[in-house]
C-alpha cells in the first residue's frame, strides 16, 4: 500500500499511453478484419485523411463559427436571465418556496422535446437554436445561483446593512461577489447543456453549424468524415469546459 | 457634564415564536459619556446580543428610544459603527479593499479611501498585509480587519459585539491590549458586549450587568483602573478584585441560566 | 418550529397560482388574436387533447416501452460503470490516468454520438438503449470510485485486524460503506440515460416517448403534441422525484 506514494508522473503517464496504443491498435485489427460492415470501423489512416481534410479546408470553420455563434448567444440569454430567477429565489424565501420546485423538477428533462415549439416560435434558422440553448442553460444556472445566495454568510449581508449600503450597492458589492463560485459552477454546467442542446437541434433542422456536418457525414455515409467530425467535437468542448474551470479556478482567493 | 454620546432608554423587546412571546430585553437604560468605554456583560441568553442589535438599528419592533448625540435612531445610523462576533471580513476582497468598504459606500474617490484605508490598517498593526486576501491570515488578524473597516467609517460610538469570542486566550488578550491601544489613541466611545469577565474589566471604564432573561440592568460598576491602561493591569489586585465582584453579580443570573437550559432539553 | 400548516401552504399555492393565471392569460390573447393560435394552441385545447392522446397514441405501452429501455441502459451502465470503479478502485494507477478521462467524458456531448450508433446498430431500439448505456456510464463509474476509495481508514484497519481476505474486505467493508454514494451514482446515470434515450427516441424519430412527440409535431397536431410534451415531462419529473425519495431513505438509515 506504500506504492501509492510512489505511484506518481511516470507510471501513470506510461499507463495512458498504454491504454491509447492498445485502443489504437484494437481499432485497426478491428478494421482490417472486415469483421465489422466495412466502413462502420474505417482503418485509422482514413479516419487520420479525413481529420486533415476537414481541419485543413474553410467549411469546418464556418460552421464552427455559427455553431460557437449559437452557443455563445444563448449562454447570455440564459445566463442573464437565470442569475436574475436565481438571485430573486435564492434573496426571497417566498419566492423560492413557491416556484423553485419547478426548476428543481423541471431541469432533469430532455430539453430536446422542445424543439418543435421552438421551431414554430423562432423559426427554422438559429433563432430555434438560440432558443433550445437558452432554455437547457437557464436551469442549471438559476438553480446554482439560488443555491449561492442562500449560502451566503449573514453576517456579511448585516456588514452591508451596518453600514447603510443602499440596495443597489448590496446587490453589486455583497451579494454578486459572494455569489461568484456558485454562479460560475452554474455557468459550468449551463455551457456543458447549451453545447448539447444546440448541437442536438443542429443535427435535427439545420443547414449549417457543427451538428448539421455530423448528420451530413451521416446521410453521405461518409464514416471517416464523421469521426473525423466528432472527434474534432468532442476536443473542442473538453477545452471549452478546462477553460471555463480554469476561469472558476483561479477567480476564488487563494488558501494559505 | 457633557451631554452622553449614546442614551438608551427604556428598551423593551419581545420575540413570539408561534404561542409563545420572549421578552428579551426588558426596560433597560443607560448612558454613554463621550470617550467612554462601557462593558455589557451578562451570561447567555440575557438578550445582550438583541440590545447591540438595536442600539445598531438592525432590529425594529422595540419600545423605547436608542440617542446618539440627541438624534433618535431608526435603522444603521451613520454615527454608529458595528463589529460583529462572526467572521464579517469580505473573502472577494483586500484587507485594503475592506477596510476601504464603508468609504466606498460613502462615495469616496479611490485614491482617497485607500489612503484613509492605509491609515486604520497600519494602526490596527496589519501594514504590510494591505493586499493580502482573508484567506491568508490567521483569525485574529482577521478582526482586526474587521475592526479596522469599522473605525474607517469613523464612527462616534463603536459597537462591538464579543469580537474575541472566536479566538484564543492569548490572541485575545493581545487583541484587547490593541484594541485599549486604539480606543485610547482615537479617545472612542465605545460600546462592548462581552461574556468574557477579564475581557469586561481589562477594556472598560464601567461594566453593566445583565440579568438572565427577561434582560434587565442589574447593576452598573465603576472600574476605576488608570488609564492608560494595558493588558499588564491583569496582574493587580484591583483587577482580582473587580473580577470577583462581577462575578457574584454574574453567578446567580448564569445559574439561573443553566436551569433553563437543563430543564428545556429535559422537556423537549 | 411553529409554523402553522396554512402558512407553508401559502407559496406552493402562489406558485400554482402563477401558473395556472399565466395559462388563463395566454387563453385569453389568444382568444383576441394577440397570438396566433396556430403557433400557440389554446391551453383548454390542449388539455381536451390529453385524453385523445392517452387513449389513441398508446401512451401507456409507449411509455413502458421508453421505461423498459431506460432500465436496460440503466442496468448495463450500473453493472458495467460498477466493474469498472471497482477495478479503478484496486488499482491506483489505472484510476489516477482515467480519472481525469472519464470525468471529460462525462463533460463532452456524449449524445453527439447517435447517427455512429445509427450507423452501427440500426435504426431501432438498440442504438436508443446504447446511447443511453453510454450517457449514464460516466456518472456511475465517478461515483463508484469515490465511494469505494472514500472508505474511511479505521473501518479497513478493524477488516484487516479481522484478516479478511481482499474479496471479503470488498463485500463486508467497502461495498458496504459506499452504497449510498454508489446509489447516487446509479441514480444520474439512470437519470441520463432516461434524458437521454427520450432526446434520442425525438431525433430519430422510433421508439416509444420521445417518438409520440415527433411524429405528433409531423403530423402538426398542435395541442395534441403540447400535450405529449407536457406529458413526458411529466414523466420524466415523477421518475425523478421517485429517485430522489428513495435516495433520500436510504441516505437516513
Redesign the interface.
Known sequence: MSAGARVRGAPVARVRIAIVAVALIAWEALAASGLLLHDVVPSLGKIAAALWKLVSTAPLYQNLGWTAYEIGVSLVIGGVAGVLFGLALGGNRFLSRAFEPYLHYLGPTPKIIFFPIMIMWFGVGGGSKIAMGSLSCFFPVALSTAVGMRQIEPVLVRVGKSFRASFAQMLVKIYLPAIRPAMLTGLRLGLGVAVIGVLLAETKLSNRGLGYLVIQRYTNFDMPGMYAILIVVFLLAIVANALLSRLGGSSSTTTV | MSAPALEVQDIVKRFSHGAETVTAVDRVSFSVAPGEVLAIIGPSGCGKSTLFNVIGGLIDGYDGRVLVEGETVAGPHAAIGMVFQDESTFPWRTVEDNVAFPLEIAGVAREERLRRAREYVSLVGLAGFERHHPAQLSGGMRQRVAIARTLASRPKILLMDEPFAALDEQTRFLLGDKVLQIQQQLKQTTLLVTHNIAEAVQLADRVLVMTYRPGRVKRIAKIALPRPRSSAVASGAEFGRYVAEIWSDLRDEASRGMQDDESHLKAG | M???RASAF???A??LA??AGVLALVEAMIHAGWINRF??PLPSAVLASFGRVIAEENVLWRTLYTGMEALAAGVMAALVGGAIGALLTRR???R???ETWVA?IA???I??????F???FGRNASTIVMIGFVAGLPPVILKTVEGLSGTRRVLIDVGRSFKLTTVQEFWKIRFPAALPTIFVGFRLGI?FA???I??VE??INFGGL?QL??EL?ERYDLPA??AA?FF??LV??VF??VTERVERWLASR
Open positions: 411553529s409554523e402553522s401559502t407559496p406552493i402562489a406558485g402563477t401558473v403557433v400557440v491506483r494507477v489505472l489516477l490516468a482515467t471529460a463533460a463532452a456531448p449524445v453527439l454520438i447517435y447517427p455512429l445509427l450507423v452501427v437519470m432516461l434524458i437521454n427520450v432526446g425525438y431525433l420521445g412527440v415527433n409535431a403534441m403540447y410534451i413526458v415531462v420524466s419529473v425523478f422525484l
